[in-house]
């Protein structure tokens, strides 16, 4: 199949028209079979609210999760159109009286279901007052089993883990940095769970300045697509990548039947031997 990772701007909206039109032209542009839209790239929507509302964390939060319904049509039209898979923007969602992080995964068929973010960043515990949702989802598509970490769930091997064992095959990680130091953290997440579940790694990220709101001022990052360097992948473990900051697609296709391959004759075997851990202790 064919994976496209978007290195995604944050752009001011006038109407929902204009989203729409935004990612209709996303969607035109790659012929992939499954599309990644980044952490938090939904918070573009903030602006429909006005500079004052798309200004203030707690304002901005409610405006976007207000046109939730209106981006799950979308995703849905486009998905049915374009006859391809799309992981959608992550963004707020209220079922209770803080949002939590979400990203849901769409199909040509329909909507195919949700991962909610698992742990929190110190800015969403401590400034945005964003709230974990604790459980993780293993989605069996036409493409492959498919997992979902976003952004720093992605630095957890606990979390990647649990859902190899649950039998995903590939590992989506929306991602929103505002630092290159952030970047890497959530880049060197992604490697490392591609190389201990000898799986593919998806990063999409936010890319770029955005005044007019502080909740995503900065965004710094590159998309990519990542392997484990055990022989049935590039030696780099990078199987495809963009340039830094540079809004656009990365495409690759994939193989999944090499991660079977992997797993069981790889150079190495990581994920076989992962149990291994247990019987050591400290001397």
């Known amino acids: 199949m064919k994976i ?5 701007p944050i752009d001011w909206l006038e109407d929902f028209a204009a989203y729409e039109a935004k990612l209709s032209r996303w969607v035109r542009e790659t012929d992939a079979d499954l599309l990644v839209f980044p952490e938090y790239a939904a918070m573009e929507l903030a602006s429909l609210g006005g500079r004052e509302v798309a200004g203030d964390l707690e304002a901005s939060l409610h405006e976007v999760a207000r046109h939730w319904p209106a981006v799950e049509a979308l995703h849905l039209r486009l998905a049915a159109g374009a006859g391809c898979h799309i992981l959608g923007a992550s963004g707020p969602v209220f079922e209770g009286a803080r949002p939590v992080n979400r990203a849901v995964l769409y199909g040509p068929e329909g909507r195919i279901g949700h991962q909610d973010k698992q742990i929190m960043t110190r800015f969403e515990r401590e400034d945005w007052d964003v709230t974990g949702a604790p459980g993780l989802r293993l989605f069996d598509t036409a493409l492959g089993r498919i997992g979902v970490l976003i952004c720093y769930d992605s630095e957890f091997p606990l979390l990647g883990r649990q859902l190899a064992e ?3 095959e590939l590992l989506l990680v929306p991602s929103c940095t505002d ?7 959530v880049r060197i997440g992604a490697m490392a769970r591609a190389l201990e579940s000898q799986c593919v790694v998806v990063q999409a990220p936010t890319v770029g300045p955005c005044e007019w709101m502080p909740a995503l001022d900065e965004n710094r990052g590159r998309a990519a697509i990542y392997g484990p360097p055990d022989g049935f992948w590039p030696e780099t473990g990078i199987i495809a990548e963009g340039p830094m900051d540079a809004p656009g697609w990365v495409t690759v296709e994939v193989d999944l039947a090499r991660v ?23 001397l």
């Open 4 to 8: 496209a990772a978007a290195a995604y």
């Open 166 to 168: 649950a039998g995903a």
């Open 179 to 185: 630092t290159v130091a952030g970047f890497n953290r």
């Open 260 to 282: 079977r391959q992997s797993r069981k004759d790889g150079a190495v075997l990581p994920f076989a031997h992962w149990p291994e851990q247990a019987a050591s202790r400290m």
